[in-house]
């Protein structure tokens, strides 16, 4: 089928995209398929459900990615530190149980 976005629109698409969801009013920093379909709907007049974005992502070299699961606060050092001293010794009197 013929795309529903030339190179023009796409190439703007993409500016779009990498201004962050947050700049598009969404609440998480999160791009999602459905998020895209009403970003393209609302920019360029076009209705694609969430397969077609996905599709169009692809094209464009976009992937699917998952964010972190990890605390920003998260202290790096502290965990290191447990680690060495804390868990070993938690270990050993877990497997004298």
């Given at each position: 089928?013929k ?5 023009r629109?796409?190439?703007r698409l ?37 397969s ?10 976009w992937?699917?990615?998952k ?6 606060e ?19 009197n877990?497997?004298?149980?």
């Amino acid at each position: 089928p013929k795309p529903k976005l030339n190179q023009r629109r796409i190439a703007r698409l993409e500016k779009l995209l990498l201004q962050g969801p947050r700049k598009h009013d969404y609440a998480t920093e999160l791009w999602t398929l459905r998020r895209v379909a009403e970003l393209i709907e609302n920019r360029f007049d076009v209705a694609c459900d969430p397969s077609g974005v996905w599709h169009l992502l692809t094209r464009m070299g976009w992937s699917a990615q998952k964010p972190e699961r990890r605390a920003r606060e998260r202290d790096e050092d502290a965990i290191a530190t447990w680690r060495k001293k804390d868990w070993p010794r938690m270990k050993k009197n877990a497997t004298r149980r």
